[in-house]
């Protein structure tokens, strides 16, 4: 019966969880605040706060558990992709941690442990079942036939959705992080306000630059007409970028759907816990006969749960790593 003491370093949040037999047990994040005087991750700063956040979250985790050290059978770490700084605080720190009890090391690819969120509770998907992976850095369409046998059908070809809004929030002036606040406002207000052209993208593939340029020249013609344009019509403004962000990540979604002959759909990312999306999700599921699969909002973003359970079914295959193990800013799938 393992019991996996798993850490997330991959961006800029430290998060230390535990897996009890596959049963997440705790599941700590610590957030770093200090990034929004800069309008965006400075990846030195977050691999300094990873350093002051990791031993307190390994003890408050193992607290959560109600478990010591000694009660651990083994390590996992998330290996990358991620910020290279931010990366080898936690590989570093797992590595020594299952050194000092002797305990093996698994380590884990941060994209594959977002798909597996969806292992930790119930429901959980079938084999095989598409995943819709949408996050700051990545934006795929991931055709899932076993836990660890995932094939990339389609992807961006440039910006990311969680790209998007973060860039159409800072055009906007909004604080950093700015994807959840496009969101808030967006409830308010209208989607079909005003119209952002959808990229016609061959295939699977997806592109955002262009709504990105689109949303850009739109606001500065408005705001030279009228200075307190987006100061008026924030809530619209919010809305008809989210509903187009959706449509762009939906309509794809469709069409693999089609293609493979697959009816279970999941989200997974950062961008998972928008409630735009989650809603589009929910009215196209409704209309195609989809069986769906949205994570707990806790295991969306970063987090350590999804590597545990991730490195849970790693530990049933045997799949361990030795101390010669090197973070990936960049890792394939």
Not at 119 to 131: A, S
Not at 278 to 303: S, V
């Amino acid at each position: 019966m393992p019991v996996i003491l798993a850490i997330e370093s991959s961006c800029d949040e430290t998060s230390v969880a535990v897996s009890n037999n596959g049963k997440i047990t705790a599941n700590v994040i610590a957030n770093q605040t200090i990034h929004e005087n800069y309008g965006g991750v400075i990846p030195e700063l977050a691999s300094r706060v990873h350093q002051q956040n990791i031993v307190p979250a390994v003890n408050q985790a193992l607290k959560d558990a109600g478990l010591r050290k000694s009660d651990l059978t083994a390590v996992a770490f998330t290996r990358g992709p991620g910020l290279l700084g931010s990366l080898l605080v936690g590989v570093s720190f797992a590595k020594s941690f299952a050194l000092a009890l002797g305990l093996p090391l698994i380590a884990v690819n941060h994209m594959q442990a977002h798909v597996l969120a969806h292992f930790i509770d119930e429901p959980r998907p079938e084999f095989p079942f598409l995943c819709l992976t949408v996050s700051g850095g990545h934006t795929q369409i991931v055709k899932v036939n076993d836990y660890f046998d995932m094939e990339i059908v389609g992807e961006t070809l440039d910006d990311a959705a969680g790209e998007a809004f973060d860039k159409t929030a800072k055009i906007l002036e909004l604080p950093y992080p700015g994807g959840p606040l496009i969101d808030k406002w967006a409830r308010s207000g209208n989607p079909e306000a005003f119209s952002f052209p959808e990229p016609q993208i061959p295939g699977l593939n997806f592109s955002f630059s262009g709504l990105k340029t689109a949303v850009l020249y739109f606001l500065r013609e408005r705001v030279q007409a009228d200075p307190v344009f987006i100061e008026n019509n924030l809530a619209d403004i919010c809305a008809s970028v989210q509903h187009r962000i959706v449509s762009i990540l939906l309509n794809k979604v469709k069409k693999a759907a089609v293609q493979y002959g697959i009816s279970q759909i999941a989200i997974a990312g950062g961008v998972s816990a928008n409630s735009g999306l989650r809603t589009g999700l929910e009215e196209m599921a409704k209309k195609q006969g989809w069986k769906i699969f949205i994570p707990a909002f806790q295991y969306c973003t970063d987090n350590a749960g999804m590597i545990a359970i991730a490195a849970h079914h790693l530990y049933q295959k045997g799949e361990f790593v030795g101390q010669d193990t090197a973070p990936m800013a960049r890792m394939e799938f």
